[in-house]
């Protein structure tokens, strides 16, 4: 009889968030493509149109669906109040921190649950976040701290965070992501640039105008450093494209010269950052920085806040810069701020000051960016799995 690791694809189904999207797809692919002799890999996903097609193009070769009688909202406060009927036992994979933590017996039942937590958001910026999903993040952590056999996290900067917020021992591990399999430059980059309508050669953010981007201290980095470059920011939220122009504005940056677009396909993303000089990475939270990974895993210099998490993904593969400490409001550069745009400017000076900087910088992001896969991330989870 083979060993079923049943993995949780509710993103893969009701997507909610772009990057949560892709490691759950790319996760569930790998171990589908590394799984043990006498294993196989099952899904658990909500309910919803055409489920089993769904699932079956994003991850071929699974061997089973268990779909769940409630659509994924549902299911998502079901499970929030230990309410899991029909999911049965077994091991439990989610990529996400969506599972059915309920009591089960691990020792003679061999029932195993583990989830998975790539930021700490609902911890760090509370404010920028709707109130039900902080309420629904905390609780499910309280939740994976009484019944999860292990917690995973992609950085050990963050298992020392998460830590810190419950009773977890032993069961915090590390498996860091990637960038989405097979992901690099697209052979018509220059006309995908051309359909986002962004130029040729330029300086690289990824945020929006929530203080806990730091676009303000990125801005007057880019306005000391003395270079005239475009910038683009991706991911910014439908809607924010005014809010970041005028942060840009604030900071002395040129009219025209930022170019805003919100979330990108993987193609898209890969294209925009063919045509970066370097990705410049304000922020400061633990989670992990995904734009980054995907900078080092195409060879595109970063110059980084000096935070644990940046440390820990960019290694020797980048630049890092005094973050500071404190916040503004929106529009207003703190004394903090201030300080903070000072170092980035000056990292950003030594990575452009020459032609020979950006292409030694270029080859140490892309030496990093092998340290990244999710097929490696897939045999670590499979270890895990046999370690439980």
């Known amino acids: 009889m083979s060993a079923v690791l049943r993995v949780v694809l509710d993103q893969v189904v009701s997507p909610t968030d772009a990057d949560l999207a892709m490691a759950s797809r790319e996760l569930a692919r790998a171990l589908v493509a590394s799984t043990p002799s006498g294993c196989e890999v099952a899904a658990i996903v909500p309910s919803g149109a055409d489920v089993a097609g769904t699932v079956e193009g994003a991850v071929p070769g699974l061997a089973s669906l268990a779909r769940m009688p409630l659509a994924r909202r549902e299911l998502a406060a079901s499970w929030q109040l230990g309410v899991a009927p029909g999911v049965g036992g077994g091991m439990i994979h989610s990529p996400t921190l969506l599972a059915p933590l309920v009591k089960h017996d691990r020792v003679h039942d061999h029932d195993q649950t583990v989830v998975t937590l790539w930021d700490l958001d609902a911890w760090e910026r509370p404010a920028e976040l709707a109130r039900g999903a902080v309420t629904w993040h905390k609780a499910m952590l309280k939740r994976a701290a009484k019944h999860a056999d292990a917690v995973v996290v992609p950085t050990h900067a963050m298992a020392s965070r998460v830590a810190e917020l419950g009773g977890f021992g032993d069961r915090i591990r590390v498996i860091a992501g990637a960038a989405p399999a097979r992901f690099a430059v697209p052979v018509d980059e220059i006309g995908r640039r051309r359909e986002l309508g962004l130029p040729e050669g330029f300086l690289l953010v990824a945020g929006s105008s929530a203080p806990s981007a730091r676009l303000p201290a990125a801005f007057a980095a880019i306005a000391r450093a003395g270079s005239d470059l475009p910038v683009v920011v991706i991911d910014a939220p439908d809607g924010d494209e005014p809010a970041v122009v005028d942060l840009a504005a604030a900071a002395g940056l040129a009219e025209g010269r930022v170019h805003v677009r919100g979330a990108l396909e993987d193609a898209d993303r890969g294209a925009v950052l063919g045509g ?113």
């Open 276 to 388: 970066a000089v370097l990705l410049l990475a304000p922020a400061t939270l633990s989670a992990f920085c995904w734009r980054v990974v995907e900078a080092l895993a195409v060879g595109v210099p970063v110059v980084a806040s000096d935070t644990p998490t940046h440390r820990e993904v960019i290694l020797d593969g980048g630049l890092f810069a005094d973050a500071g400490s404190g916040g503004s409001a929106p529009g207003v550069e703190s004394p903090a701020e201030s300080a903070a745009g000072e170092a980035l400017a000056d990292a950003l000076a030594q990575v452009l000051g020459s032609t020979a900087a950006v292409e030694r910088f270029a080859v140490l992001a892309g030496d990093r960016g092998r340290a990244f896969s999710w097929d490696g991330a897939a045999e670590r989870v499979w270890q895990l799995h046999a370690d439980l």
